[in-house]
């Protein structure tokens, strides 16, 4: 019979080793691709058996979405602690800094989730996540723009098409950061900042 003691470090393990094969499987994504990133190339990666993958993740999709839950988990951490006492007026800048400071703290995450979004499908042939998957935050950041035009700090736009396109440069930004680690982020965001509060002030 196990004590308590033991449990405890049993569990401990375990949750070590699935944090280990996670790391692994994001490692793989990035510098393989998605589809070349198999139970295998995690197990070598990880320097065990295929069994032991299969052990705390029976399939490859077991994995990507316990990673796809992990890296979202870290980014709604990260965006509600820099943004949680944002104003509507200072938000555009905020949410652009806080997502462009995400990219540089946690870029191989990034990389990794945007190979998963391209590439990851299911047996219809249709991709796993989509559109849906951001859907609850562009409703926050229209929120926040609909908040600012009605108190008179924000000028006359749609904050949906707003939100849409705040969102789509950042996606942009991302795809600029794969083809070139190098990229100077601070500046990029800089100017994306910019060019989005001249496009929310009122005039």
Same mark, same amino acid.
């Given at each position: 019979? *196990?004590?308590?003691?033991?449990?405890?470090?049993?569990?401990?393990?375990?949750?070590?080793?699935?944090?280990?094969?996670?790391?692994?499987? /994001?490692?793989? &994504?990035?510098?393989?691709? !998605?589809?070349?990133? @198999?139970?295998?190339?995690?197990?070598?990666?990880?320097?065990?058996?295929?069994?032991?993958?299969?052990?705390? !993740?029976?399939?490859?999709?077991?994995?990507?979405?316990?990673? /796809?839950?992990?890296? !979202?988990? @870290? &980014?709604?951490?990260?965006?509600?602690? +820099?943004?949680?006492?944002?104003?509507?007026? *200072?938000?555009?800048?905020?949410?652009?800094? #806080?997502?462009?400071?995400?990219?540089?703290?946690?870029?191989?995450?990034?990389? #990794? &989730?945007?190979?998963?979004? @391209?590439?990851?499908?299911?047996?219809?042939?249709?991709? +796993?996540?989509?559109?849906?998957?951001?859907?609850?935050?562009?409703? $926050? /950041?229209?929120?926040? %723009?609909?908040?600012?035009?009605?108190?008179?700090?924000?000028?006359?736009?749609?904050? +949906?098409?707003?939100?849409?396109? $705040?969102?789509?440069?950042?996606?942009?930004?991302?795809?600029?950061?794969?083809?070139?680690?190098?990229?100077?982020?601070?500046?990029?965001?800089?100017? %994306?900042?910019?060019?989005?509060? +001249?496009?929310?002030?009122?005039?």
């Amino acid at each position: 019979m *196990r004590t308590k003691g033991t449990a405890g470090r049993s569990t401990f393990t375990q949750r070590k080793r699935r944090d280990q094969l996670m790391d692994c499987m /994001v490692d793989a &994504i990035v510098e393989v691709g !998605f589809d070349r990133a @198999s139970v295998g190339e995690v197990a070598r990666r990880a320097g065990v058996s295929k069994g032991v993958v299969t052990y705390h !993740f029976p399939a490859k999709d077991d994995l990507i979405y316990e990673v /796809v839950a992990q890296i !979202f988990d @870290s &980014i709604k951490a990260f965006l509600e602690e +820099r943004l949680g006492g944002t104003s509507p007026e *200072r938000f555009v800048a905020d949410y652009i800094s #806080a997502w462009v400071d995400y990219y540089r703290a946690h870029t191989r995450y990034m990389l #990794a &989730i945007r190979e998963i979004w @391209s590439n990851f499908r299911g047996e219809d042939g249709e991709l +796993r996540f989509g559109g849906q998957a951001v859907a609850g935050e562009l409703a $926050i /950041v229209q929120h926040v %723009l609909e908040l600012g035009q009605a108190n008179g700090s924000l000028g006359g736009f749609s904050a +949906r098409v707003m939100a849409v396109s $705040i969102k789509a440069a950042l996606d942009a930004l991302l795809a600029q950061l794969a083809d070139d680690p190098e990229l100077d982020l601070e500046a990029y965001g800089a100017e %994306l900042v910019c060019l989005f509060e +001249r496009a929310t002030r009122k005039t």
